[in-house]
């Protein structure tokens, strides 16, 4: 078993150390032993996540939001009270969106979003993360917070990328219409064909990730199709990648910005965008090879 998840058993509190006459412990996440290895956490460095797990990495939860003060009441209370941070994301609301946050959340951590788009925001919350794990949540009341525990366990179970999906066995969706559904499909195959990934949906930005993964993908796109240009770039990069059924709600509160063809001709230029990088660095390795080998005759 992980050194990160354990079973829980009811009753015991792994927060606290009986050793030290009840009091909590401050860390939820092990310190590196003297070698430089993570060392394994002790059973009082797990928090309960579920009524059967525990887990010992800190979780952090980026919301993006702008002018969605009337969603986050729906959105907040379906977060687990187990979670490390809350990082809310600010497109520089003109609503109570900080203030309904605070008052929901007093914990929460308000950044502000210099830049534009859900691409920059999404990233400008993930620099100011502080936990292991990072779950990607919307502000407009369509995801579901009770999920994020299917997200943490398929992370502490081995995979690096939990990816959210409509379509996956269990999954479902009561916000899109039959255009936008075909061309989900349509662009999902593209990319499974493309670049070797088997997933049942593309456009969805309910995912989760251990923080190392932001290492491996350049986030360079400030627009929401950050989202596509993730699962293919998780792909490219090698990484464990795992599909959480998830249900998607109707928006709450608001008028939704996305626009079925529009938004689908910024997808495909993403698509074929890493397509056309992913084969100049073919070319440049080949050559790369093929130099190597002449200067060893030589």
Same mark, same amino acid.
């Given at each position: 078993?992980?050194?990160?998840?354990?079973?829980?058993?009811?009753?015991?509190?792994?927060?606290?150390?009986?050793?030290?006459?009840?009091?909590?412990?401050?860390?939820?996440?092990?310190?590196?032993?003297?070698?430089?290895?993570?060392?394994?956490?002790?059973?009082?460095?797990?928090?309960?996540?579920?009524?059967?797990?525990?887990?010992?990495?800190?979780?952090?939860?980026?919301?993006?939001?702008?002018?969605?003060?009337?969603?986050?009441?729906?959105?907040?209370?379906?977060?687990?009270?187990?979670?490390?941070?809350?990082?809310?994301?600010?497109?520089?609301?003109?609503?109570?969106?900080?203030?309904?946050?605070?008052?929901?959340?007093?914990? &929460?951590?308000? @950044?502000?979003? +210099?830049?534009? %788009?859900?691409?920059? =925001?999404?990233?400008?919350? !993930?620099?100011?993360?502080? *936990?292991?794990?990072?779950?990607?949540?919307?502000?407009?009341?369509?995801?579901?917070?009770?999920?994020? &525990?299917?997200? @943490?366990?398929? +992370?502490?179970? %081995?995979?690096?990328? =939990?990816?959210?999906?409509? !379509?996956?066995?269990?999954? *479902?969706?009561?916000?899109?219409?039959?255009?936008?559904?075909?061309?989900?499909?349509?662009?999902?195959? &593209?990319?499974?064909?493309?670049?070797?990934?088997?997933?049942?949906?593309?456009?969805?930005?309910?995912?989760?990730?251990?923080?190392?993964?932001?290492?491996?993908?350049?986030?360079?796109?400030?627009?929401?199709?950050?989202?596509?240009?993730?699962?293919?770039?998780?792909?490219?990069?090698?990484?464990?990648?795992?599909?959480?059924?998830?249900?998607?709600?109707?928006?709450?509160?608001?008028?939704?910005?996305?626009?079925?063809?529009?938004?689908?001709?910024?997808?495909?230029?993403?698509?074929?965008?890493?397509?056309?990088?992913?084969?100049?660095?073919?070319?440049?390795?080949?050559?790369?090879?093929?130099?190597?080998?002449?200067?060893?005759?030589?």
């Amino acid at each position: 078993m992980s050194s990160a998840v354990r079973p829980f058993n009811s009753g015991q509190d792994p927060l606290i150390d009986p050793s030290k006459n009840g009091s909590a412990v401050k860390s939820a996440w092990p310190s590196k032993t003297k070698g430089g290895l993570p060392a394994i956490p002790s059973q009082h460095q797990y928090r309960p996540v579920s009524s059967h797990l525990a887990i010992a990495p800190p979780v952090s939860v980026v919301i993006p939001a702008m002018n969605e003060a009337e969603n986050l009441p729906y959105v907040f209370k379906t977060l687990p009270d187990w979670v490390h941070e809350v990082v809310l994301v600010d497109g520089n609301s003109t609503d109570d969106t900080v203030k309904v946050a605070r008052e929901l959340w007093p914990d &929460v951590k308000v @950044v502000r979003q +210099l830049g534009k %788009g859900k691409g920059d =925001a999404l990233i400008t919350g !993930f620099e100011a993360c502080t *936990g292991d794990i990072i779950v990607m949540v919307d502000a407009d009341g369509s995801a579901d917070g009770h999920e994020i &525990v299917s997200y @943490v366990s398929a +992370l502490v179970s %081995g995979a690096d990328f =939990a990816k959210g999906s409509r !379509f996956a066995n269990g999954g *479902g969706t009561d916000d899109m219409t039959l255009v936008r559904k075909l061309g989900n499909f349509a662009l999902c195959a &593209v990319v499974n064909a493309k670049f070797g990934a088997r997933y049942t949906d593309l456009c969805y930005g309910y995912n989760a990730f251990w923080r190392h993964c932001l290492d491996k993908i350049e986030l360079d796109c400030t627009g929401f199709e950050v989202e596509t240009l993730m699962n293919i770039r998780v792909v490219k990069a090698g990484l464990k990648v795992q599909e959480i059924p998830s249900h998607e709600y109707l928006r709450i509160h608001g008028v939704s910005n996305l626009r079925a063809v529009r938004d689908g001709l910024r997808v495909l230029k993403v698509i074929l965008t890493e397509r056309s990088n992913r084969r100049t660095q073919r070319r440049s390795t080949r050559a790369a090879a093929l130099s190597a080998g002449q200067g060893e005759v030589s």
